[in-house]
């Protein structure tokens, strides 16, 4: 069994993670870490996520038994949880360059898989999305617009940049220099511009939808996360590749082979 400890317990994706490694046949739920101000403090983590009672408590910091760590926070609790120094899935989005940063050189010293979407479909759609944006060619306008529930906080979604950049390699260019976010007055399109929008409202747990738009076909891929699950599912497969690889920093593309 790999003992795993959740950081961010309380959260929508924590409480799901919880459930998914107590469900598990090869994970066990070592401990899990709320704030230090969090009312959940000291809560049995299985009543906590509507399991039952498990007899684990939300703590400060995670067992020093823990053997990987899964965090699923904010983007500042994230780097200063690097100093845990354990093997960890870092499902955080909206790390700056400068957190990235401290995330590489942390997985100088333990492995980490960084990964903004740990679903399997999104993660295959990056490969269909950078073969398109490839085969079409420049001549197809790229758009892609995103939807979340009203309490998101970073925008456009860290699964919207992986996508936008996988169609700008596709290219061979950097999203960077391409992406227009959002427009708004006398905004002509510029020739090879990727737009990425955001839509926020209601509970959408999660879609992406990505547009080749050109002058006589469109296609349009469209992935639909129906429950937090499938992110728990990918986060956990994340956690068993971590556990027993070497320090160094991965994606979901190492771990789904
Ligand atoms: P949430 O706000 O429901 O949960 C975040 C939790 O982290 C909160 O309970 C908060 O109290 C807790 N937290 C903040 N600082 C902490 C600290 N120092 N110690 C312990 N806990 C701390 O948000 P969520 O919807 O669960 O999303 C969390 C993150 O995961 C976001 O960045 C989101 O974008 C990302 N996310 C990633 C994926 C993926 O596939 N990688 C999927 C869904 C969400």
């Known amino acids: ?35 230090s101000d969090s ?7 299985g009543e906590l996520c509507g ?19 899964i965090e699923f926070t904010t983007p500042e609790a994230t780097v200063e949880h690097l100093a845990y120094a354990k093997p960890a899935v870092i499902g955080t989005t909206g790390l700056s360059e400068e957190q990235t940063e401290q995330v590489r050189e942390a997985a100088g010293r333990v492995p980490i898989v960084l990964a903004p979407n740990t679903s399997v479909g999104v993660n295959l759609l990056r490969e269909v999305v950078r073969l398109l944006s490839e085969r079409l060619g420049g001549s197809y306008d790229i758009e ?38 959002g427009r708004e007055g006398v905004a002509p399109r510029k020739k090879g ?22 002058d006589d076909e469109e296609v349009e891929v469209t992935h639909r996360a129906l429950s937090r699950r499938v992110f728990a599912t990918g986060a956990l497969k994340a956690a068993r590749f971590a556990a027993t690889a070497e320090p160094g920093l991965y994606s979901m593309r190492e771990v789904l082979g």
């Open 193 to 214: 511009e990727i737009g990425v929008h955001a839509v926020r409202g209601g509970a959408v747990v999660g879609e992406h939808r990505l547009l080749f738009l050109g």
């Open 144 to 181: 892609l617009v995103e939807a979340h529930h009203r309490n998101k906080r970073d925008a456009p979604s860290g699964t919207a940049l992986l996508l936008a950049r996988a169609a700008a390699e596709g290219r061979g260019v950097k999203l960077e220099e391409v992406a227009t976010f």
């Open 51 to 69: 399991w039952g009672r498990v007899g684990v408590a939300a703590t400060e910091a995670p067992p020093e038994d823990a053997e990987v760590l």
């Open 1 to 35: 069994m790999i003992r795993a400890a959740i950081i961010g317990a309380a959260g929508r994706m924590g409480r799901e993670l919880c459930r998914a490694v107590l469900e598990s046949e090869d994970l066990e739920l070592a401990g899990g870490v709320v704030r």
């Open 39 to 45: 009312e959940h403090l000291g809560e049995d983590l």
